[in-house]
């Protein structure tokens, strides 16, 4: 819109007759004086009508909450306001000379969103997402997310690797198994990928370093409050590696970064939900046969099948916290046939991986490790899968034809944001969740 200022510059034009444009969030009616809460991308500020406004007052008696308005007004310094608003836009407002709507709702909003906290149950807030998300706390969510998803490309690109873009539509499953959907493409099947896993890898035989943000798919039937079947990954691969430990020490640095640029650039947004950033500390690093040992031993939780489920991971977030101060720890060397056929097993013990996964705050936000980059061992793992290496022929030709020792994480961008903000479900850090039975908004 032409002319047009956005509400944050509004305090450096004190004295001057300025046109913004927004939303009305609130009307409250003061005697004959009429009073409007306008809210766009940067903020919000009162504006106030005065009958003496004449046409502008006589529109203003049909605004109501969520009428988009443009509005004309002279900025004005408000008396103790930015002392008591904590804020240069709460020490201002603008006394409305015209004011124009832009357009109205076409019916009754079905809750008010204005409030400070929408008090409504997940269905509600996820079947009527579009409006619930004018609401300014569950806004926060997303300026955190965006703010997430640019420092994760930063210190990528910083650490010199090559952002790609890996295909979303494969013509046979990443990994073997059955988690995956099925699509028609012209005359035969194909997948909607569940990770980029392969392609990474085909990325550090080219360009040595390479990362993507991208959605992964995964036909699984969960009903958890930490599972979706569409969600946004944070990859990254390296090549020439030593071990295993160097991928972990790569994903430890981007993590703190991050979350440190969380910090700095969404204090604001952070406070609404009285979230506290990670500690700074060094992350602990355990065996998962050590974990095992530490459930058994300090929760008297004895772990079945080799992994550890949901209620020990939240064990293992209280343990190294309390001994470490930690809000993290890497838990490493996955059984080998709990893991991918492309994980590289242990030299001096085949029965478990150079693998992690990475614990926030009681809940897995990363797995990873070191692949295996040799031909021929590739092929014969694949087989001791009970799988066909011709099945796997374009994947296997990035080894044919020599490719480095190499490594690399999946990282989950939706459950940083659930833990760090400590919400209840995944799917209230998603914009548009999907999952089992969620097709719409």
């Known amino acids: 819109m032409k002319g047009r200022l956005l509400i944050a510059e509004t305090p450096r034009h004190i004295g001057e007759t300025v046109t913004i444009a927004g939303w009305v969030s609130v009307r409250r009616d003061h005697g004959k004086l009429i009073f409007l ?28 909450s969520e009428h988009v308005v443009a509005i004309e007004g002279l900025v004005k310094e408000r008396p103790g306001g930015a002392e008591k608003a904590g804020s240069a836009l709460g020490g201002i407002e603008l006394e409305i000379s015209a004011i124009r709507t832009i357009s109205a709702p076409a019916e009754t909003l079905p809750f008010e969103i204005s409030v400070p906290e929408l008090d409504l149950n ?33 210190r990528m690109r910083a650490a010199d690797f090559l952002e790609i873009k890996t295909p979303k539509l494969v013509g046979s499953a990443t990994e073997g198994g059955a988690n995956f959907f099925t699509v028609n493409y012209f005359d035969r099947k194909a997948y909607l990928a569940q990770s980029p896993q392969f392609y990474k890898q085909a990325g550090i035989s080219i360009f040595e370093r390479v990362f993507e943000v991208g ?35 790569e994903l430890e640095a981007t993590i703190k970064y991050v979350f440190a640029e969380i910090g700095k650039e969404r204090a604001s947004e952070l406070a609404l939900y009285g979230a506290a950033l990670p500690a700074d500390v060094p992350i602990p690093r355990l065996r998962l046969s050590e974990a095992v040992d530490i459930l058994r031993e300090s929760y008297g939780k004895e772990i079945e099948g080799g992994d550890i489920d949901a209620e020990g991971e939240r064990m293992i977030g ?17 059984p080998t046939a709990l893991r991918p056929f492309y994980t590289m097993p242990s030299a001096d013990d085949p029965s478990v991986t150079e693998s992690f996964d990475l614990i926030y705050r009681g809940l897995e936000i990363a797995s990873g490790g070191q692949r295996i980059h040799d031909y021929a061992q590739l092929s014969e793992s694949i087989r001791s899968r009970g799988m066909n290496p011709d099945d796997f ?7 044919r034809y020599g490719c480095p020792p190499h490594g690399g ?31 719409s908004p």
């Open 122 to 154: 997940l269905d509600t807030l996820l079947d009527h997402r579009t409006i619930a998300l004018r609401n300014a706390r569950l806004q926060a969510i997303f300026r955190i997310y965006s703010t997430m998803l640019s420092a994760y490309a930063a």
């Open 393 to 399: 022929a374009s994947y296997l030709d990035v080894f």
């Open 318 to 334: 209280e343990y190294v916290k309390e001994k470490f101060g930690s809000d993290f720890v890497f838990l490493t060397h996955y």
């Open 215 to 249: 959605s992964v798919f995964r036909a699984e039937p969960h009903f958890t409050t930490r599972h979706v079947n569409e969600y946004v990954g944070l990859d990254a691969e390296l090549g020439f590696i030593s071990d295993f430990s160097e991928v972990m020490d």
């Open 37 to 64: 809460d306008i809210r766009d991308r940067s903020g919000s500020v009162q504006a106030i009508v005065l009958p003496s406004a004449g046409p502008a007052y006589e529109a203003a008696q049909e605004i109501r």
């Open 409 to 439: 994480w999946g990282l989950g961008s939706e459950r940083i944001v659930q833990k760090l903000l400590g919400l209840g479900s995944i799917k209230e850090a998603i914009l548009y969740p999907r999952d089992v039975k969620r097709l």
